[in-house]
């Protein structure tokens, strides 16, 4: 059975977060409808994305790491967030394994957000109903694109090309390849949802640093010595920096 999914490569994200605009950008106009943001920035902000990107640093000073960690639905091939569903909103394709809601049934309760463990689904505020990761399944499908097009919004924008999208049940696909060749695991199998996205893990970098490397460079603005430009002498290139 063909089980669609995202693999994710940790060692070469970069928290960009081009896949969280391009998400944003390509569902907002797609089959999800409008991804509604009431206070974005507020001290309660709300707002409705199918992908973020979460970031946090590990290790000691000054032998540091900053680690990017996206996250979206998972797609699980036992999803916690379908049986609870009390409208049968919340399903499961057969022929993809895509986790999908259907609008017209869900009521908001919200009931499949406290089912999923991984936080994945979010409310719209605007429509009042689950909203969550497609797969961008309105792309992968549509013909009239190129088939080299036909992949989710977040991985055509991902600079670096952490985020692979293939079928994970085909042993020759290059998504099983790598869950295979470069340790693949899944988020959180103790919960037993068998998640069909997958991590690789970050390669453990060796960071050799001198005494020289922990001092910081003095500020040329704050050099005593140093004597602003009056407006009459400043350059494009001075006034881009001043």
Known sequence: ????????????????????????????????GPMTDFN???????????????SYEIGEYPF???????????????????????????????????????????VGCKYCSWACPYGAREID?????MKKCTLCVDRIYDTSLPESRRKPACVLACPTS???FGDVHDEHSEASRLIREEGGYQLMP??????????????????????DDLNRVENPLKDENFTKPSDDDLTLEDSSWI
Request: with cysteine; aromatic share 8%; glycine share 4%.
């Open 125 to 129: 505020e605007n429509q009042k109903v």
């Open 40 to 54: 974005a920035y507020s001290r309660d902000p709300t707002g409705t994305f199918f992908n973020r990107v979460q």
């Open 1 to 32: 059975m063909t089980q669609l999914a995202l693999i994710i490569d940790l060692n070469v994200c970069v928290g960009c977060s081009a896949c969280v605009t391009s998400c944003k950008e390509w569902n907002t106009s797609g089959q999800a």
């Open 190 to 211: 103790e919960w037993g949802t068998n998640p069909a996205n997958h991590y690789l893990p970050r390669r453990k970098v060796r960071i050799d640093l001198q005494d």
């Open 162 to 164: 952490a985020r692979i």
């Open 64 to 106: 540091t790491e900053v680690v990017h960690f996206p996250k979206s639905c998972l797609h699980c091939e036992e999803p916690p967030c379908v049986p609870v569903c009390p409208t049968g909103a919340s399903y499961k394709r057969k022929e993809d394994g895509i986790v999908l809601v259907d609008y017209d049934k869900c």
